[in-house]
């Protein structure tokens, strides 16, 4: 993963932790290689404010846009030197969407919100389903990676959910006609995994990775890491997805335990 012609990339839904738990996440992400983490399910809390906090002293660019309280939104990190951040991808709901370039590659990190059956939480998501599917199609064309956790599924899920409605199948099926390449799908033929699961074990596959067409060719692996619901510093799985490219700068990173040890 740490070639210098290959660009890794990682999500995980970290669902709004307490600082302790935000800690355990920590020492966890302490041991990946990837360059860009996408953080979704941030929230004004301690937790959230921790993991941010400690990215950055470790070295980590970290973008991730102001929250109201009760509000959601998404945190990247980046070690690609010289990486552009956008916090202002979308109008609606901002904090939701950040985009990192780097390494001739831009990555776009999305947190869609999910919804209950209230007439106020269906035309939210619906709008930000909307206005996301507009927003995304000027990467389309350009060596891109969009990810995160997108709370929709794709139209072939199994199972099937009714109470999913077209308009959320829609956007996967969307993203694939302006030309995005699901990473996961690309990678497997066979049964597809779940990334969250239900107390009635009803699985969904909510965590999406998407490369655009003119990295399709790029694309080296794409796989979900389920230890992070077994072993219980969250109950989304991680998912990790990995590109060649040109030559990657990487900044210099430290520890990220409590007290940063030496930059190596």
Known sequence: MDDRDRLGVLTLNIGSPSAQRAE?????????????IVLTETCATAGTRLLGDRLAAAGWDVVGPALDDGERGVLVASRLAGGRFDDAVLAYLPSR????????????????PSRDESRVKIARKERFVRE??????????RPAV??????????????????????????????????????????????IEHSWVGPDDDGFRFDHAFVSAPLAGALRSCAMLHE?????????????????????????????????????
């Open 228 to 264: 992070t619901r077994e072993l219980g510093l969250t109950d989304h799985s991680a998912l990790t997805v990995s590109v060649a490219c040109g030559a990657v700068e990487r900044l210099q990173i430290g520890s990220l335990s409590a007290e940063p040890l030496a930059l190596f």
């Open 132 to 141: 996301l599917g507009a927003a995304v199609r000027r990467w389309a064309a």
């Open 97 to 112: 969407a950040v985009s990192v370039r780097g390494a001739g590659v831009d990555v776009l990190g999305v947190y869609v």
């Open 24 to 36: 355990r996440q920590l020492e966890w992400l302490a041991a990946r290689e990837e360059d860009v």
């Open 146 to 191: 969009l990810i995160g956790d997108l709370n929709v599924l794709e139209p072939d899920h199994r199972p099937r959910y009714a109470f999913f409605r077209d308009w959320e199948y829609g956007l996967y099926a969307d993203l694939i006609a302006d030309g995005w390449v699901d990473a996961y799908r690309r990678e497997r033929t066979g049964p």
